[in-house]
């Protein structure tokens, strides 16, 4: 068995902060959940409920943003599409979240009441089973930009950064399909201890951007920059999920749980 080559400290750090990002962003996703309800019964009026779409629409932003980066960032492959190929995709893009926007409303209703019958003890142990399930069966490669399955455009290779078919169609998710739907399935459970539908189609809103829309963004961004930089996209966005997942812990034992697991996850492993 040949030893792997050698690699930089920076390189191994910054692939160990993709699962810290993960374990922040669950974090923060939990957290959010915890503060809409307690905003609404503390001050039981529509100010909870507007905070929360305030920040399904900082979300939202944050994640055109990111879409918007990944596609500008794009290798010289992608500057000789078409027009007309241009257009399509764009087309397609708009038109799969318009769909998704209006079906998660309608739902919203159906969503919050699909699991009201379980006790609050139950849907909180089944949503933190699934949040684990999530982090250990996401795909961290394809985080990272590297591309196993050669139906993401690589050749399975599993070179980072490597050339892409560039699909018009709708792309197919590669950030772990089991992880995805552990996410979902803890997003569904939590939906139900949300008082009204309006808060319940912010925040699944928000998981599928998260969920869903981000791991693709994230591994185009991640396939194209460039190694052993200080400061790298990864790395910031994980300290501003970390800035704000901080005011939402409400106890020294949450406080140490969470550092504690960060700290080893992207500075003890490496």
Not at 34 to 42: N, P, V
Request: charged share 15%; glycine share 6%.
């Amino acid at each position: 068995v040949q030893r792997p080559p050698p690699r930089e400290l920076m390189d191994v750090i910054n692939n160990s902060m993709v699962v810290g990002q993960e374990f922040v962003l669950a974090s923060l996703f939990l957290a959010r959940h915890r503060d809409a309800i307690e905003e609404w019964e503390s001050h039981t009026t529509k100010h909870g409920e507007s905070k929360q779409i305030l920040c399904m629409v900082a979300v939202a932003l944050v994640a055109v943003f990111i879409l918007y980066n990944s596609q500008t960032s794009s290798d010289q492959k992608m500057r000789c599409i078409s027009a007309k190929g241009k257009r399509k995709r764009m087309l397609v893009r708009v038109s799969d979240a318009v769909i998704l926007a209006a079906i998660l409303r309608f739902l919203a209703s159906v969503l919050r009441t699909l699991t009201a019958s379980y006790s609050s003890d139950t849907v909180n142990a089944l949503a933190m089973g699934g949040m684990v399930v999530h982090l250990l069966t996401c795909d961290y490669s394809y985080a990272l930009g590297i591309s196993t399955k050669g139906n993401d455009g690589d050749g399975g290779d599993g070179q980072r950064g490597s050339t892409r078919r560039l699909h018009t169609g709708r792309p197919t998710f590669s950030g772990g399909t089991v992880s995805l739907n552990a996410a979902l399935f803890s997003t569904t459970l939590l939906a139900s201890r949300l008082p009204t539908n309006v808060m319940s189609y912010a925040f699944i809103s928000s998981a599928v951007l998260l969920f869903a829309f981000y791991p693709a963004a994230r591994h185009a961004i991640a396939a194209r920059q460039t190694q052993s930089k200080i400061f790298t996209p990864c790395q910031i966005i994980t300290v501003a999920a970390t800035t704000a997942t901080i005011p939402s812990l409400v106890n020294m034992l949450e406080r140490i749980v969470f550092f504690g697991t960060l700290i080893f996850t992207c500075a003890v492993s490496p």
